[in-house]
């Protein structure tokens, strides 16, 4: 029974099907609050500015001014789908763990 348990439950084996740390990042998603693009477009001004990236809503009220490619390029997609601009910039690894402390929500379907 115990072997049975540390089979399913398994983080280290890199075959496992839904590993729980996957599952968690998947839960942590779904349980955030959902925004429709209309609702998203009224954060636009540089006192509450959000950003949509990959499905995802970021608000970057107070990071626009951290931004390393300047606030002024990054706070022209505020209230926007902005991904297009995130990917084709080829944000680094550090971008995107920084984003991860940013999120407030997931786009409405
Ligand atoms: C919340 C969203 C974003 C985060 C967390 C972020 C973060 C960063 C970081 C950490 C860098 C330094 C380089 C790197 O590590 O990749 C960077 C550079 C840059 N970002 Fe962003 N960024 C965001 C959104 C955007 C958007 C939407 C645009 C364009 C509309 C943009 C344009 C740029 C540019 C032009 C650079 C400079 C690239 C260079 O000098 O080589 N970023 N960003």
Known sequence: MG????????????????KPME???????????????????????????????????????QYQHAHPGGSKIIF???GQDGSDDFEALK????AKEKLKTLCVGRLAK
């Open 23 to 61: 599952k968690n990042i998947k839960d942590q998603i779904l349980s955030l609050p959902q925004y429709t693009l209309e609702q998203v477009a009224q954060h636009n001004q540089p006192t509450d500015a959000w950003i949509i990236i990959n499905g995802l809503v970021f608000d970057i009220t």
């Open 76 to 78: 022209a997609k505020a």
């Open 3 to 18: 072997q049975e348990n540390s089979k399913s439950n398994n983080t280290l084996d890199p075959n496992g099907f839904q």
């Open 91 to 94: 944000h680094s690894q550090r």
